[in-house]
């Protein structure tokens, strides 16, 4: 399948540029994973990589993951031609139902399906509130909901302008027990399992993780609750619903 040969390129391309840049990875629960079969992952937003850092941890399993993606990430330039290429999915803010419809197709299909729960990139660097669209994926076709956070992306590239190139960045990839759907268990139930697992997951991977701020300036990708600069939770709500408003999009 095209999809395929062109998914497998880029994985092999972002891993070149992961060498090169010396990111250290850690991806742990990685057997969680399915090998076969339909499953919904559902990951965590710290940073514009994300989905590469996920789909980039599957391929020690032998998955492709075909991410729901925004629409103005598939009108891109390059970056559009080549996500559509790799099979992932684009969704319309206004018209998601047509992307709903054909991420369930993948997963009668024996596919993986990444999904950002959150929507937006949390700016508190905490597990926001989740919309319950990955909850109704795994619902919807019976198949392991897997919990997954990254840590450490969000030093490489994330909102508000924050980059760095900086050699040598740790990256965590922590993914959990498959929440398997219950008996007449409805979305927001199963939500709300799925934002407790991967909140604990975040906080295993924040107390493990092997660097600390080089200095007070550097405190800014550190929760504040852990004594970083990072907005908490409530300042990021707001700054959210801010940076909403200038795009014209409807909040939450």
């Known amino acids: 399948m095209r999809s395929d040969r062109t998914y497998r390129v880029v994985v092999r391309i972002i891993g070149g540029i992961f060498r090169v840049l010396g990111v250290r990875f850690t991806v742990r629960g990685g057997e969680h994973l399915p090998r076969t079969g339909g499953a919904v992952v559902a990951s965590n937003h710290i940073s514009f990589i994300d989905f590469t850092v996920v789909g980039y941890a599957a391929r020690d399993r032998g998955r492709l993951v075909r991410f729901m993606s925004k629409t103005s990430v598939f009108e891109v330039p390059v970056v559009g031609r080549l996500m559509r290429a790799m099979g992932h999915i684009p969704v319309d803010r206004w018209t998601g139902a047509s992307a709903y419809r054909?991420?369930?197709?993948?997963?009668?299909?024996?596919?993986?399906?990444?999904?950002?729960p959150e929507a937006t990139i949390s700016r508190s660097w905490r597990v926001k509130r989740l919309k319950p669209g990955a909850a109704g994926l795994a619902?919807?076709?019976?198949?392991?909901?897997?919990?997954?956070?990254?840590?450490?992306?969000?030093?490489?590239?994330?909102?508000?302008?924050?980059?760095?190139?900086?050699?040598?960045?740790?990256?965590?990839?922590?993914?959990?027990?498959?929440?398997v759907p219950r008996a007449d268990e409805t979305a927001d139930e199963l939500t709300d399992r799925l934002h407790e697992a991967m909140s604990?997951?975040?906080?295993?991977?924040?107390?493990?993780?092997?660097?600390?701020?080089?200095?007070?300036?550097?405190?800014?990708?550190v929760p504040h609750d852990r004594g970083g600069t990072a907005p908490d939770v409530e300042t990021a709500a707001a700054l959210d619903r801010e940076a909403l408003r200038r795009i014209g999009a409807p909040g939450d």
């Open 102 to 116: 054909r991420a369930r197709r993948l997963l009668a299909h024996g596919e993986v399906v990444g999904v950002f």
């Open 139 to 179: 619902l919807s076709r019976d198949v392991p909901l897997v919990p997954c956070v990254l840590w450490g992306a969000h030093r490489i590239l994330t909102v508000d302008g924050r980059r760095s190139l900086r050699r040598g960045i740790p990256v965590t990839v922590l993914l959990g027990e498959p929440l």
């Open 200 to 221: 604990t997951l975040l906080a295993e991977a924040v107390d493990a993780y092997p660097d600390v701020p080089r200095d007070d300036a550097d405190r800014w990708w």
